[in-house]
């Protein structure tokens, strides 16, 4: 009896070592914190990043947390600060400008923590040790074959007066698209055919700067604008709304984000089209990067070259994305699961909803 009693003793005493030494070890494994932006530049942050992020950590079996720094960039720096405190050993962060982004990736390598640039680059300092995003330029290319695409269907008489609403100044994905478009639509301005009336930057992304923006930008010319070139699909409402106000027509105008929004507004004929991030899959890249970086893996796999952020090669992955108009909605984002007829086809947008569509 005695020898069985001393059998069991050593067996729970191996057991509850085994339990507190895989504790310690998922302890020192430490966590990923994820540094979101804002809510209010695009609904995609907390309507598609947080939830696809979330999910694809979940499924990893990994301790996370997931912050919004809601445009304050000095926020987001605490919120680093706080989860490198907290044990965050990798930190994946979409910067809200490039100076506190750097700051933010000094303080997480002196810590020994590594940083994953998440759709957007920073461009100051030494850069992140991974970059996550889509190939930005080509973004904006679509944008500015999607907006040549529709003036041409609209039949517009030349010169065609467009007016450009870029993103902002402070992100550099904004300029990247910006490169994008202009390489598509500046030989057009060359030619004559079509008249620049207008080339600003929104601060922020910001929607209701962008409204203001454009409504002075009818107001100067009169309410004679064609056609607008619009970096994202919040700002591309705020142009739709700056028409409507105004009491306009509405006229060619691009988007990016394939938000529910933008879905809608080209459903219902006010935006032309849109820009499809797959942003599951850019999650999902994402999250299995930061993994293998919390885990010590190998990530060679992960990557699929390099980018340049003005100081050092980061080592990226990227992804394509893919140009959505009314035609081909239901082949894209509806096919993927990304958007659902059922969140698209509410309120007065449902009359312009296929017919199959519920």
């Known amino acids: ?28 494994e430490g966590s990923i914190a994820v540094l ?84 957007r680059l920073t461009i100051e300092g030494p850069g992140a040790d991974f970059y996550v995003s889509f190939d930005n330029e080509s973004v904006g290319r679509l ?43 500046n030989p057009l301005f060359d030619s004559g055919d079509w008249v620049k009336v207008a080339d600003q930057s929104v601060p922020d992304w910001d929607n209701q700067q ?14 004679n604008v064609d056609a607008a070139i619009a970096a994202n699909d919040g700002l591309a409402s705020s142009v739709i ?17 394939a938000t529910v929004g933008g879905i809608q507004n080209i459903l219902a004929g006010r935006q032309s089209m849109t820009v499809y991030k797959a942003i599951k899959a850019e999650a999902e890249a994402a999250a299995a990067l930061a993994v293998a970086l919390l885990k010590g893996e190998d990530t060679s796999m992960l990557v699929t070259g390099s980018v340049n952020n003005g100081t050092n090669d980061v080592p990226a992955a990227l992804l394509t994305p893919v140009s959505v ?16 007829w059922a969140e698209i086809c509410v309120g007065e947008f449902a009359e312009f ?3 199959d569509a519920m």
């Open 241 to 257: 709304a700056a028409l409507s106000n105004q009491g306009l027509p509405y006229i060619p105008v691009t988007g990016q984000d």
């Open 325 to 340: 108009t009314k035609d081909n909605i239901a082949e894209t984002v509806i096919a993927d699961g990304f958007r659902t």
């Open 1 to 28: 009896m005695r020898k069985h009693f001393g059998l069991l003793l050593s067996f729970l005493v191996m057991f509850i070592a085994t339990v507190f030494s895989t504790a310690a070890s998922a302890q020192s």
């Open 210 to 223: 962008a409204l203001v923006i454009f409504e002075q930008i009818l107001t100067a010319e009169g309410g």
């Open 143 to 185: 944008q500015g074959e999607g907006l040549i695409a529709a003036v041409d269907a609209a039949a517009l008489e030349k010169p065609v007066r467009v007016a450009v609403l870029n993103g902002s100044p402070t992100d550099n994905n904004a300029t990247l698209f910006k490169n994008g478009y202009d390489g598509a639509i």
């Open 353 to 355: 909803c296929p017919a």
């Open 36 to 119: 979101l932006p804002d809510s209010a530049s695009s609904a995609r942050w907390e309507a598609d990043d947080r939830r696809f992020l979330s999910a694809a950590f979940d499924a990893a079996g990994v301790d996370y947390t997931i912050v919004n720094a809601e445009g304050d960039a000095s926020a987001q720096i605490s919120q680093a600060e706080q989860a490198i405190t907290n044990g965050a050993k990798v930190l994946l962060m979409v910067n809200l400008d490039s100076g506190s982004g750097a700051a933010i990736i000094e303080t997480a390598r002196a810590a020994g923590v590594k940083v994953i640039d998440y759709d």
